[in-house]
């Protein structure tokens, strides 16, 4: 993968998930000075189901950069907070704004190390782009319904920023640090590939 085309896979999604949070805030932006700003929980929801998606995208793919990508996710998790504050700010939320701007961040490293773990498993076992393409979604879905039936989301991206859980914490914290480690701190990733891609 050139370093243009790297950026363009960057930017691209990134800047249609910014266009996306402006446009909710201005929706759900009061029209007068006396209502209350009641846009804080579409931006929420869309900033950390977002970064999901940004993260399963560069996890699942089979020319995966981690750190290069880890990095992506970063600078997108940082650049897309103002719009979270600004909609927090003048609504009569009771929700704690520091859980939902720290847990979207770790959730998408979170993300992207437990799908570049299963995309590795996938092409361990002698899985193609299809079983990929396939065995990732299934995976995913299936994290979310175990999560649904055990109570406190923890993975659920577009309801966990309004309901702050230790479990949820401890899990997004510990896992997207031990993806930083994994990346960071080798040459290689889970499946053996070098940190500069996938073969």
């Known amino acids: 993968m050139t370093p243009q085309r790297g950026r363009s896979l960057a930017t691209g999604p990134l800047a249609l998930l910014l266009a996306v949070l402006a446009l909710l805030v201005t929706a759900g932006w009061p029209v007068r000075e006396d209502l209350a700003n009641d846009a804080w929980r579409s931006v929420a929801s869309a900033r950390s189901l977002g970064l999901f998606v940004l993260a399963f995208a560069a996890g699942a793919s089979l020319r995966s950069h981690p750190r290069q990508d880890l990095l992506h996710l970063l600078v997108a998790a940082v650049v897309t907070m103002p719009f ?7 609504g009569a939320w009771q929700d704690p704004l520091a859980w939902s701007l720290g847990y979207a961040a770790a ?16 092409r361990r076992v ?71 891609g996938a073969p």
């Open 84 to 90: 979270e504050v600004a909609a927090h700010r003048g």
């Open 126 to 196: 002698g899985g193609g782009r299809f079983a990929v393409a396939l065995s990732l979604p299934v995976a995913w879905t299936l994290l979310w319904f175990v999560d649904l039936e055990l109570g406190a989301p923890v993975v659920l991206a577009w309801v966990t920023p309004f309901i702050p859980s230790w479990t949820a914490a401890i899990l997004a914290f510990a896992v997207s640090v031990t993806t930083g480690l994994v990346a960071f701190g080798s040459a290689s990733g889970p499946s053996g590939d070098t940190a500069g």
């Open 107 to 122: 959730l998408a490293w979170s993300v992207y190390g437990v799908t570049w773990a299963l995309r590795a498993a996938v």
